[in-house]
Structure formats: structure tokens, C-alpha cells
């Protein structure tokens, strides 16, 4: 009878990386999302109806708006639009954000990711593009979806002619969006081995920083405390792309400083990203 040999035996075959690593790790992600049913029916619903109803005032302006005399497709219609979509954005990225890297952390699935060929890029990449393809698809494409309902329903060219640059602001603004909160949710999951804790913290700034700026305007008249809710500079920046009226200079009477207000999106952008990808590792470190 022959005696096998059942030690180890070194692999000598060929390393190959594969190319969409970190696209497999975003649909892997999207698969479990998608079947949570009760997140989408309680925050993807909400905002599919909110779409509708602003699809339904697109028609009925374009139908019966020349008898009434109406004309609030304008660019504040798309700038509003898009700023109410972000309480959705919120609630999405509390209960589908906020565990995408804490789950793997308490779970030790980080080293069992790295053992594969897979880089932390490719890792970090996956997670992002998860939350962003989420929160994709409740501003940025229901927006590009209501400026194509308009430009096809409407009875002349006159709208494409005069606001086809609509286009761009809806797209630049909604990815302004998507791309720092969803940093910044990734930040908060990194953080810790619960996704309830990356939940609070990251409620507390959506929240609690819009608070303590109306604090500090109301009570010490600081003229720069705008600047510190993370609404009130998403709000300036979206005033500027859209064209609008904007409304933290109006405490600098007239002077626009909108500027300051990317400066901290992009602070904000920078901050996450360090964060991540030191909390982000192949050999947990403990002092």
C-alpha cells in the first residue's frame, strides 16, 4: 500500500492579481444591502416617492403652467430638490454605511481580505464605491432623471437653450455630496469595531454641528460660525454651483465666501481619507 506524503507542499504556480478586485468587493457589498429589505423600504421608498412628487410637479407645470402662469422649474427647483434628497442620504448612511468596514473589524475579516490578492486600495475602493453607487442613486440620478423629463415634456427648446448648464451643476453638486459624506461615513466605520458608535458620531456632526453654529450666531454673533454646520456649507457651495443667492455672506454684508466653505469640504475629504487608511490594516496593532 503506498504512503502519502500529507505535509505541506509549496505552491509554485503563477501569482495573478485579479483587475476588478474592488469591484467585486462593492457588489459583494450592494448584495447585502439590497437584501436587507427592510432599509430599502423604509429609506429608498421615501425617496423614490419624493421623486415622483417632484416628477408629478415637472408635468403638471409643463401642462398646465402656461394657463396658470407658473414657472418654478428653475434652478432653486433642482438645487431643492437635491438638498432634501440628503435626509435620505443620512438615514443610508447610518444604516448601510456605518457598518461597511466596523463589521469587518470585529469580525477580524480584514486579515482574511489582505490573505487573498487583494491590496488595502482595492479594499478601500470597494467600500467607497458602495456607499457612493447608494447614494448615487438618490440624488445624482433621480436629478439627471427629472432635467431629462423636463427638457423631453417641455413644449419648445427653450429650457435646454437657457439651462442646459443644469446638467452639470446637478451632477457636480450631487457628487460634492456623495463623495464627502460617504468619506466621512467610511472615517467614522473605520473607527471602531461598532457600527452603532460610527453611527452616533457620524449623526452628531450632521446634527449636532448645524446646533452648535446657531449657538454661536444667536448668542455670540459670530459672523464665521456658518461655517462650522456641515449643512450650512454644503448649502453655500450648492447656492454657488446653481447660481443662486448665496446666504453665508449675507453676514459679511454682500461679500461672498463661498471659497471657505470648499476648503472645509475638502478638509473634511483629506481628514477621512487619513483616517482611513490608517485604521485600515493588514496586522491589527496593539500598544
Known sequence: ???????????????????????????????????????????????????????????????????????????????????????????????????????????????????????????????????????GFITLIPGILLFTENAVISQDLTFLIEDFWLIGSITLFSLIIVITTGFMILAFSSTTRNNRYAAIGFIAILIGTPIFSGLLKEVLNLKWASFISYWSNMYTVGSRIFGLPPVVSAFWKGTDYWYWSIVIILAIIATSILVIMKRVRGVEIIK
Open 1 to 135: 500500500m503506498p504512503i502519502h506524503d500529507q505535509s505541506y507542499q509549496h505552491w509554485n504556480g503563477t501569482f495573478r492579481k485579479h483587475e476588478l478586485s474592488w469591484w467585486i468587493i462593492a457588489k459583494q457589498g450592494l448584495r447585502v444591502i439590497v437584501h436587507r429589505k427592510m432599509l430599502m423600504l423604509f429609506i429608498l421608498a421615501p425617496a423614490v416617492i419624493q421623486f415622483f412628487i417632484y416628477g408629478g410637479i415637472i408635468y403638471g407645470v409643463n401642462t398646465y403652467g402656461a394657463m396658470l402662469n407658473l414657472s418654478i422649474i428653475n434652478p432653486k427647483f433642482f438645487f431643492d430638490f437635491i438638498m432634501r434628497q440628503t435626509f435620505f442620504i443620512a438615514l443610508m448612511c447610518v444604516f448601510a454605511g456605518s457598518g461597511l468596514i466596523a463589521n469587518d473589524l470585529r469580525n477580524n475579516a480584514l486579515q482574511l481580505y489582505f490573505s487573498k490578492p487583494i491590496k488595502r486600495l482595492d479594499y478601500i475602493v470597494g467600500k467607497l464605491l458602495t456607499i457612493f453607487i447608494l447614494l
